[in-house]
């Protein structure tokens, strides 16, 4: 699996260094590193803590749900880097800058996108209304990973695709 991951970081870093060199810029730079440090949690929670004031008992079930669902997905990522081990951009090339400090060492798969696509997902099968907030957020969110220099784009398409299986699983199991 590693070597297939280092396989996969040279096909990767050059696309890797042109985002991170684009997002220097500070009137990039500093949107994505606030939509990254929302979605370290602070818009999640918020989010989990007003549906069922807003929404009541279907909020609370989005709730419930969201905070299930996050638990798994903690438990996945969390085993899937300290199996893979895979170096973050801006540990394996030296022209890649971290943006923002990374919250662990590792890169895949990412959590933030993990996360933002799980959350994102089951709130909008309990309050539909949502997705024209929740899409384009989860999107800013999985594409600060890679321009802050945190994430090869792999690893922010493999969380998504580990996202939506477990918010569709999960939903398939209330159905």
Same mark, same amino acid.
């Given at each position: 699996?590693?070597?297939?991951?280092?396989?996969?970081?040279?096909? /990767?870093?050059?696309?890797?260094?042109?985002?991170?060199?684009?997002?220097?810029?500070?009137?990039?730079?500093?949107?994505?590193?606030?939509?990254?440090?929302?979605?370290?949690?602070?818009?999640?929670?918020?989010?989990?803590?007003?549906?069922?004031?807003?929404?009541?008992?279907?909020?609370?079930?989005?709730?419930?749900?969201?905070?299930?669902?996050?638990?798994?997905?903690?438990?996945?990522?969390?085993?899937?880097?300290?199996?893979?081990?895979?170096?973050?951009?801006?540990?394996?090339?030296? /022209?890649?800058?971290?943006?923002?400090?990374?919250?662990?060492?590792?890169?895949?798969?990412?959590?933030?996108?993990?996360?933002?696509?799980?959350?994102?997902?089951?709130?909008?099968?309990?309050?539909? /209304?949502?997705?024209?907030?929740?899409?384009?957020?989860?999107?800013?969110?999985?594409?600060?990973?890679?321009?802050?220099?945190?994430?090869?784009p792999s690893d922010v398409l493999v969380a998504t695709l580990i996202g939506l299986a477990l918010a569709f699983a999960g939903?398939?199991?209330?159905?």
């Amino acid at each position: 699996m590693r070597l297939w991951l280092q396989h996969l970081n040279e096909i /990767e870093v050059s696309l890797c260094r042109t985002w991170s060199r684009g997002g220097r810029r500070r009137w990039i730079q500093r949107p994505f590193a606030v939509v990254s440090r929302l979605g370290d949690g602070v818009f999640w929670y918020s989010l989990i803590a007003i549906l069922p004031l807003t929404h009541g008992l279907l909020g609370l079930k989005a709730s419930v749900h969201m905070l299930v669902t996050g638990g798994v997905a903690l438990a996945l990522y969390k085993s899937l880097k300290v199996y893979t081990r895979r170096e973050r951009p801006c540990h394996y090339a030296a /022209e890649i800058i971290a943006l923002v400090p990374p919250l662990d060492r590792y890169s895949f798969p990412s959590g933030h996108t993990l996360h933002a696509v799980s959350f994102s997902s089951v709130a909008i099968y309990y309050v539909p /209304e949502l997705a024209w907030l929740l899409v384009p957020f989860t999107m800013l969110v999985a594409g600060s990973r890679i321009i802050l220099g945190l994430h090869y784009p792999s690893d922010v398409l493999v969380a998504t695709l580990i996202g939506l299986a477990l918010a569709f699983a999960g939903i398939q199991m209330v159905v």
